[in-house]
């Protein structure tokens, strides 16, 4: 593996840039769907410690993407483990299933690693 990647280099390329933004807008669309959530938890009867769990497993998935930018092993596993934590939240305290979340799954796996992979040697 370390001779299949020997010409790439350290500098962040649109490739890269590119899917931590695909990554980061369905994040936020994420986001938008807890914000709306909580603005409706009354009539919806939602408790008010679920958006304590929820806003805290949003903020370590961003704060995943921005680990992995700054190219830190930890955003790499802490992301995707953030995002099936998101989408069980849903689907067990509130019986929604997230296509905002599923979609991100599939970037990760299917664009992100692509172009996480061959910068995994500068990963500290």
């Given at each position: 593996?370390?001779?299949?990647f020997?010409?790439?280099s350290p500098?962040?390329?649109?490739?890269?840039?590119?899917?931590l933004?695909?990554?980061?807008?369905?994040t936020?669309?994420g986001?938008?769907?807890?914000?709306?959530?909580?603005?409706?938890?009354?009539?919806v009867?939602?408790?008010?410690?679920?958006?304590?769990l929820?806003?805290?497993?949003?903020?370590?998935?961003?704060?995943?993407?921005?680990?992995?930018?700054?190219?830190?092993?930890i955003?790499?596993?802490l992301?995707?483990?953030?995002?099936?934590g998101?989408?069980i939240?849903?689907s067990?305290?509130?019986?929604?299933?997230?296509?905002t979340?599923?979609?991100?799954?599939?970037?990760f796996i299917?664009v992100?690693?692509?172009?996480?992979?061959p910068?995994?040697?500068?990963?500290?």
């Amino acid at each position: 593996m370390n001779n299949e990647f020997a010409n790439e280099s350290p500098k962040k390329d649109l490739g890269f840039i590119l899917s931590l933004f695909a990554l980061l807008f369905f994040t936020m669309m994420g986001i938008g769907i807890d914000a709306d959530e909580y603005s409706q938890h009354t009539e919806v009867n939602i408790p008010e410690w679920y958006f304590y769990l929820i806003f805290t497993i949003d903020f370590l998935m961003v704060l995943g993407l921005v680990l992995i930018f700054f190219y830190r092993k930890i955003g790499v596993f802490l992301f995707p483990a953030a995002l099936v934590g998101h989408f069980i939240s849903h689907s067990y305290f509130l019986s929604t299933f997230l296509y905002t979340d599923v979609t991100n799954m599939f970037l990760f796996i299917g664009v992100g690693l692509l172009a996480i992979i061959p910068k995994w040697q500068f990963f500290k």
